[in-house]
């Protein structure tokens, strides 16, 4: 039987014990409180250790310029909707191969900036690797004319068949397939390679100042603002997944975010990321355009069960009835080119923009270009979807479309959707860091 003494150190120890705990309690919580004043507020692609940002704290409100949707809708569809139906899709066999002319000679300057480093190459696929589709010949362009080579009982249909005819819109032979390669874009993804300097900043000085000189607002016509913000927004893109997926150290392999480059290149100017977003909307809308036609389309690989995996996806993305009911129309193609001298200004803004597209003949990177080469023909494949099949105002022709620039489209598109992400997740605390007082400790890159 116990007695009084052994209960009172039962008790004693007791209190002990309970003491030790909330000592340590508080230990914890003090230590957490001094942490998280003292580490950076950085949130990596959807994992924070803050709360969320109240929704009036938001930078970016209100209608996109130009556009029929706003910021916050569009954020909760790529975030709800569009992100992962594309992230899955441009992994399907179909998307994943992209028919590119890598080697080329640049009209403009020599080309004397080649890239240093072994992430600059590209990992073309051997012959047995990309779909054997994609091998026999599509019906071929006679006379200019598409439909000569289809059979007339497929005209009650969208689709007729992949069409190998070169875009009005874009610089490249897209027939020349002597000189093209298929290249699996999920192993050579765009990232930072080290093609940097006077090389690398001419060819955008040379898109920016002879093809689409900055303009000040009320200063130009609406066709050659929208050309310019197109540009400017594939730019802010580029650069983010550039910042994104960087180099941060050579000699280890070390990749991870450089916040200083995404935050210097894209996040201090507000004009660069509406402009990212406009472009984004904009190759929505020629994606939604041409729904009848990417919905009837084959996409044959020679693997049933993949092939309607991706027929399925495509599906999701056309009809998605989040997407028809809060952004129905993301841009409003039927405002331009209005007016007598529409035909003449739209032969003008196919003209700079088959300059720009000529333009990644001369990128130094041997990646860069494939990837400016597939996100130009993905933004004149927008182009010709919105704006006719030749430059005039033929509107009635029946669209028309390879298999190239499908792929490419897409591909754009989710690139753009990866570009939105990032800056809807990663900005807010990116800002914040980048614009604390100089003498604040703040680290400028992390690792993956």
């Known amino acids: 039987m116990a007695t009084k003494r052994d209960e009172g150190i ?36 959807g994992h924070t250790n803050k709360p969320c940002q109240c929704s009036d704290s938001r930078k970016y409100t209100g209608i996109v310029e130009d556009c029929c949707c706003d910021y916050e809708t569009v954020d909760n569809l790529d975030k709800e909707v569009l992100h992962p ?22 009209e403009f300057f020599p080309d004397d900036g080649m890239c240093r480093l072994r992430d600059c190459s590209v990992c073309e696929c051997p012959e047995n690797e990309f779909p054997e589709p994609f091998k026999k010949p599509s ?38 397939n002597a000189e093209m390669t298929y290249v699996n874009l999920q192993l050579n ?10 090389s690398a900043r001419r060819i955008w000085d040379a898109i920016y100042e002879e093809n689409c000189p900055e303009y000040s607002s009320g200063e130009i016509c609406p066709e050659k603002r929208v050309l310019y913000k197109l540009i400017s927004g594939l730019h802010s893109s580029i650069s983010v ?26 996040l201090r100017y507000p004009d660069r990321v509406k402009n990212l977003y406009f472009t984004f909307l904009f190759v929505l809308r020629a994606v939604t355009k041409a729904a009848d036609y990417l919905e009837q389309a084959e996409y044959d690989t020679g693997n049933p069960t993949e092939d309607m995996k991706t027929q399925s996806l495509v599906r999701q993305l056309l009809y998605n009835p989040t997407l028809q009911a809060s952004c129905p129309l993301p841009f409003d193609e039927a405002k331009m080119w209005q007016g007598q001298s529409g035909p003449e200004l739209k032969q003008q803004v196919q003209k700079q923009f088959r300059n720009i597209s000529a333009l990644m003949d001369c990128v130094g990177c ?12 993905g933004l004149g494949t927008a182009l010709k979807i919105l704006f006719s099949v030749n430059g005039h105002n033929h509107l009635d022709q029946p669209l028309q479309l390879q298999r190239n620039e499908v792929i490419a ?17 990663m900005g807010p ?10 003498s604040a400790p703040v680290s400028k890159s992390r690792s993956s």
């Open 409 to 425: 489209l897409v591909n754009l598109l989710n690139r753009l959707s990866e570009s939105i992400k990032i800056v809807r997740e």
């Open 366 to 377: 041997e990646k860069c270009r494939l990837w400016g080469k597939l996100q130009v023909l």
């Open 139 to 176: 019906g071929k362009c006679l006379e200019g004319k598409p439909e000569a080579t289809v059979d007339r009982t497929l005209d009650s249909k969208v689709f007729r068949g992949w069409i190998e005819t070169d875009n009005p819109w874009t610089y490249d032979d897209e027939t020349d």
């Open 241 to 266: 997944h550039i910042a994104a997926d960087y180099l941060l150290d050579e000699a280890t392999n070390l990749w991870g975010q450089n916040l200083e480059i995404m935050y210097d290149r894209v």
């Open 429 to 438: 605390s990116i800002e914040e860091i980048m614009e604390q007082p100089a």
């Open 10 to 45: 039962q008790t004693r120890g007791a209190r002990m014990k309970w003491g030790w705990a909330i000592g340590a309690l508080i230990i914890v919580l003090v230590a957490t409180v001094t942490t998280s004043r003292n580490a950076p507020k950085i949130s990596f692609f």
């Open 189 to 198: 993804p765009e990232r930072y390679t080290g093609y940097t300097g006077p």
């Open 85 to 106: 139906i594309l992230q899955e899709l441009v992994t399907t066999p179909f998307f994943r191969y992209f028919k590119v002319k890598l080697w080329c000679d640049c």
